[in-house]
Structure formats: C-alpha cells, structure tokens
C-alpha cells in the first residue's frame, strides 16, 4: 500500500456497500477518498501505523518470541519525510532490550533488533550466496549469533544457517493444524478447566503489539534527535526534556518551476513533545468514542 502521501483533495462517491462514517469511527472526519479504504488504510496515521506496525507484527514474531523479549529499554528511529497525516515511505528503527534470564544452553544478554521497511535493507552477512533474495514471503530475519547466522522468511517461513549446516532443533510448539483464526475460536469455546491454550494468546501478542507500535512511536517522535528510554510498565518514555517540542509536515509543497524541484514544506506548530508522546500512547478519541478503563 502507498505511503508518503498528502491529504487528497480530491472527493469520491461513498461505495453503496461501505458506511463511511462507522468507517471513521474514533477518528477526525474527513471526506471519503478511494486512496483510504478498503486496503490503503493502512498507510494513515487516523486509521493504522504504517509498515511497521503492521507488518512487524508478522515479521519480528519470531524475533520477540524466540529470544524471550519483553518491553525494550531504548529506542532510536528514523524516516523518510514524516509526515502529520500518512506514515512514512520507509523507516529505519532500533529497539535495544535489557538481558533476560539465560536458557540452558544459551546465553540473553542485552540485544539490539533493527527494523528495515520501505525497500530499505540491511547490510548481508559474510557468507551469504551472492544473488540471493533474503526477502522470502514478504519479509526477512537475520539472526546474528557467536556460533552462526540463522536467517528465516516472513512469519519464520524456510530458516537456514549461513554456514551450510542444516538446522536441527527439537519441536518445541505445538503445530496448528487449523487456521490461526479458528485455533483462537477453539480455544475460546473450550472451558477453562481443560483449554489447550491458542498459539497466539493475548498474554504474548499484547505485550509484543507493544513493542511494535512503540517504535511507531519513536519514527514520530524522530525530531528529537535522540534516543528514547522506555517504561515499559507504566507505559512512557522518562527522558523527554519537558519544554521538547516537536512538528510535522503538512505538505511538502512538492513543484517543479522551470526545471527545477522545489519544496514549501507547511510546518504544524510546535508541540510538546511529552503530551504529543503521552496523546499517542493513550489516545483521545473524537466523536464520543472511547476505550473501557483497563482493568
């Protein structure tokens, strides 16, 4: 789906078969456009988070669960230009998370995770065939260990080893012989007493949609020009200076006057950045929508 884009101008028929307004929901109103719904609106800040929220939440699973991470303690972001209405056309992200209790035969020190999107890549590891594609299926993860490389495709599809060995670990997870959505369904009509848990319960995609959304947060929040340190359990950053401000593009005022490109970038005014973080981590909704109090 497109991102980098302006606010079209541009208004379309509302389709007979979409109800535009229970469409927009929570968010501010707008008139309706072909470029939001019913697959682009993903790309809008109103309506998903882009790339990275979206698709990490496939991507990085194997990353999250296989290294047994939680919230991260930092993370740093960076883009093409940002912008107040859709994401970015590609982000760059790097989450650092503190060291987690040891297995028994490997070791969980403190871990970086970099996140690449928008065609951005990141370097290939020594020993990787020359010519081949490590986007498989829509993505890729590049693990890098003392002993190997272990690179895998979108949702952990085709794992091997740079170093030509075969991998040969035992099986750990129980495989759903069902679609993902009717494990769920299964898991929910079972009672309590005797429930085979779902493969993605809420207790691990909670905590891992966290993760992923917080470095949506940090691309927003890239013109602080720093690295961020998270609270993960009360859910805030703790070292945004408190008259930080930030500001975002409008429009880029994109043109070419005889022969030459030109920007007139319009600017929102500057804000706190602290109540701009603490807004997006728990959002006021427009319209009378609002989210029950977590219990």
């Known amino acids: 789906w497109p991102q980098g884009l302006m606010i079209p101008k541009e208004i379309h ?18 008139p309706f456009n072909e470029i939001y719904h019913p697959w682009n609106w993903r790309g809008w800040w109103d309506f998903g988070t882009g790339a990275l929220g979206d698709m990490a939440c496939h991507i990085l699973h194997p990353v999250f669960k296989g290294l047994n991470l939680g919230y991260p303690s930092k993370v740093e972001a960076s883009s093409t ?9 590609a982000q760059m992200v790097k989450f650092t998370f503190p060291a987690r209790p040891n297995l028994p035969k490997v070791a969980m020190p403190e871990v970086e995770v970099y996140w690449y ?18 986007n498989d ?32 670990s035992p099986k750990t997870q129980r495989e759903v012989t069902l679609s993902h959505e009717m494990d769920w ?28 959304v917080m470095g949506v947060l940090a691309v927003r929040l890239q013109g602080l020009n720093q690295e961020l340190e998270w609270d993960g359990e009360n859910m805030r950053f703790t070292n945004i200076p408190s008259d930080a401000t930030v500001r ?14 030109t920007f007139a970038k319009t600017w929102t005014e500057p804000v ?3 109540e701009y973080a ?3 981590i728990k959002h006021t909704y427009h319209n009378g929508w609002k989210l029950p109090d977590m219990p």
Request: hydrophobic share 35%; proline share 10%.
């Open 248 to 261: 975002t593009i409008i429009e880029d005022g994109f043109k070419i006057t005889d022969g030459h490109p």
């Open 13 to 30: 028929k509302v389709p007979s078969t979409l109800n535009w307004d229970l469409f927009i929901g929570p968010a501010k109103k707008r």
């Open 81 to 89: 230009m940002l912008l107040t209405d859709c994401a970015p056309t």
């Open 185 to 212: 369904v299964r898991a929910c009509k079972e009672s309590p007493e005797n429930r085979v848990e779902t493969a993605s319960p809420f207790s691990e995609a909670g905590p891992f949609n966290e993760m992923v």
């Open 137 to 168: 299926q829509g993505g890729g993860v590049i693990f890098h260990g003392t002993k190997d490389t272990l690179i895998c495709g979108c949702y952990g599809v085709n794992p091997w080893l740079v170093s030509g060995r075969t991998p040969n």
């Open 117 to 134: 999107d928008g065609g951005l890549q990141p370097m290939r590891p020594e020993g990787v065939p020359a010519g081949k594609n490590l």
């Open 278 to 280: 603490n807004e997006m």
């Open 272 to 274: 706190n950045a602290v």
